[in-house]
């Protein structure tokens, strides 16, 4: 007799509330086993790829991609016993071994999920599953004739090709991959978006509408950028910023980079002006510790922190994230420099998770990278202050009484008025400032 399970969307990160399905990476009549890989959402903070914690055969997918969907609610319904060799119902202790041995690799257990769930939309009549009417667990439905819907189809991209489709206004689910296995590539996407690439006869799910009328393309405000939203705006109406700004020679650092990329202790590493810039944080921090506090409003405390865990604000095609180099203060220049690199690149391809998101105490923007020389940047949340490190540029610059063109960056500093004083402040952007101009000052640090 089939044995029925519901997955449920669980909370894979501290405050999730909701996720939307990126992709399925199974269909119904599929058999997965422990800890596969089912599906890939995306939460407020990143994409994240769920196991499920049972096997057996999947019956019906209950949610569309696209679709956002509440912690709790199922996303699945699966055959545990398709070859009906399940223990009889009267002996429950003896499955209950077995169960408990099923743990998943991350954030699941295995404890089985109530049939009961809130009504959802059904967009198509038959899933190849138990009818939806009369299935219940352990209870063998009527039968339904097995068939696969246009709207089981999931579309093979990365999640930056997805963001990219999303925000050109492209459906996916008509385009055809020229990739390998038919992965739809960026290249299919700009080539759709210039009306030259072939498509797929499967019916559109995308949420993004376009009214040809106005001229205008709406896109529902969800995962990432909902949330960099929402703290942003609680950030900037909570804590009093003051941005100060400080302008800087750094051509010494400069040099020193040329000459350290030319050493065998830096072969194979990317050293970049933002790795000096973290090293600056760092050591400043250290005789400047207001910046590397927090104001705790509900037990009326200000807690100092002697860690650093720095956050990299990131451009993503998901949106801003701000992923951290745990204990950057413990690490070296070429350490530094190697997690820089390797939190870039998981953050561009989409792969940051949530823990490596959370409890940051400083951060970094680097909106250089862009042209930019400077800007009032906001503090994230739970932290006391955030520094902007500006393009740089080749600027006339007087040296000795004598004008001369100097590499030039500048830098801006808000800070948490509650937090940290003008002076503090002020301090603390001078010493990175100083290390930055004169890399060997670091060693009076």
Known sequence: MPEYKQFPLSDTAEGLTEADILAWHVKPGDAVTVNQIVVEVETAKAAVELPIPWAGVITELLVDVGQTVEVGAPLLTLDVDPDGKAAPAAAPEAAAPAEEEMKPLVGYGS???ETKRRARKRPHAALGAPNATTATLGRTPEPVAKQEPAGGYVPLAKPPVRKLAKNLGIDLHALTGTADGGVITREDVERAANGSAPTAAVPSTVDTTYDAATRERRVPIKGVRKATAAAMVQSA???PHVTEFLTVDVTPMMELREKLKKSREFSGVKLTPLAFAA????LAAKRTPDVNAVWDEAAQEIVYKDYVHLGIAAATPRGLVVPKIFDADAMSLKQLAVALTELTDVAREGKTTPAAMAN??????????????????IINPGESAILAVGAIRDTPWVVDGEIKVRKVMQLSLSFDHRVVDGQQGSEFLADVGALLADPAVAITY
């Open 360 to 377: 940051g105490t400083f951060t970094i923007t680097n909106v250089g990278v862009f042209g930019v020389d400077t800007g009032t940047p």
């Open 237 to 239: 109406y909570t804590a």
């Open 111 to 113: 404890k089985a999920v």
């Open 279 to 282: 090293k600056a944080v760092c």
